[in-house]
Antibody, heavy 121, light 110 residues
Framework: EVQLVESGGGLVKPGGSLRLSCAASGFTFSSYSMNWVRQAPGQGLEWVSSISSSSSYIYYADSVKGRFTISRDNAKNSLYLQMNSLRAEDTAVYYC??????????????WGQGTLVTVSS | QSVLTQPPSASGTPGQRVTISCSGSNSNIGSNYVYWYQQLPGTAPKLLIYKNNQRPSGVPDRFSGSKSGTSASLAISGLRSEDEADYYCATWDDSLSGVVFGGGTKLTVL
């Protein structure tokens, strides 16, 4: 069974940093592209970033480009999102989501339960 | 303002058929597959339709998707109370080099 478990969320001050993790199990992690998708309270879904299976291809939404960094460790079956220079508008539940291919297609076949990031002073 | 346009709400009575539209442009829907996601209250989203009109295993055939030009639609037939959820369309945008979502449609079963 595919399982994605996010962690690392919490309360952080504007301008601060946070690192999210996503632990994957139940499939061969190194064979699939991975994504981060977020949802602000009471709002819709917003794609954040994608990374291909071998980390060769990486994409970011304009809203986070230059501030967030996606990475993965295939040996540890883990996906990460380093978030710097956080703003109030980054407050959201962050979901880790798996694709069905090694290449980035921007498709979200499996989702984690999400981790809440709150940016507030 | 979302790149893809969906109606904010839709409703129907049990047994009815409802459709949810998703409008985009040549750089997104017009040149890429459309995906639909269902988000039940308080839960993570779930893939409902992939590649315009394909259902993942386990998704009832009451759900169907279609695409024409720069628009797509999700149809739900034989509406049930458990279909009450938020529905999102999504696709890749070649101009933005990223995924774009619709703003979401809240479906109410009356």
């Amino acid at each position: 069974e595919v399982q994605l478990v996010e962690s690392g969320g919490g309360l952080v001050k504007p301008g601060g940093s946070l690192r999210l993790s996503c632990a994957a199990s139940g499939f061969t992690f190194s064979s699939y592209s991975m994504n981060w998708v977020r949802q602000a309270p009471g709002q819709g879904l917003e794609w954040v970033s994608s990374i291909s299976s071998s980390s060769s291809y990486i994409y970011y939404a304009d809203s986070v480009k230059g501030r967030f960094t996606i990475s993965r460790d295939n040996a540890k079956n883990s996906l990460y999102l380093q978030m710097n220079s956080l703003r109030a508008e980054d407050t959201a539940v962050y979901y880790c989501a798996r694709e069905d291919t090694a290449l980035v297609r921007g498709t979200f076949w499996y989702w984690g339960q999400g981790t809440l990031v709150t940016v507030s002073s | 303002q979302s790149v893809l346009t969906q109606p904010p709400s839709a409703s129907g009575t049990p047994g009815q058929r409802v459709t949810i539209s998703c409008s985009g442009s040549n750089s997104n829907i017009g040149s890429n597959y459309v995906y639909w996601y269902q988000q039940l209250p308080g839960t993570a989203p779930k893939l409902l339709i992939y590649k315009n009109n394909q259902r993942p295993s386990g998704v009832p055939d009451r759900f169907s998707g279609s695409k024409s030009g720069t628009s797509a639609s999700l149809a739900i037939s034989g509406l049930r109370s458990e279909d009450e959820a938020d529905y999102y369309c999504a696709t890749w945008d070649d101009s933005l080099s990223g995924v774009v979502f619709g703003g979401g449609t809240k479906l109410t079963v009356l």
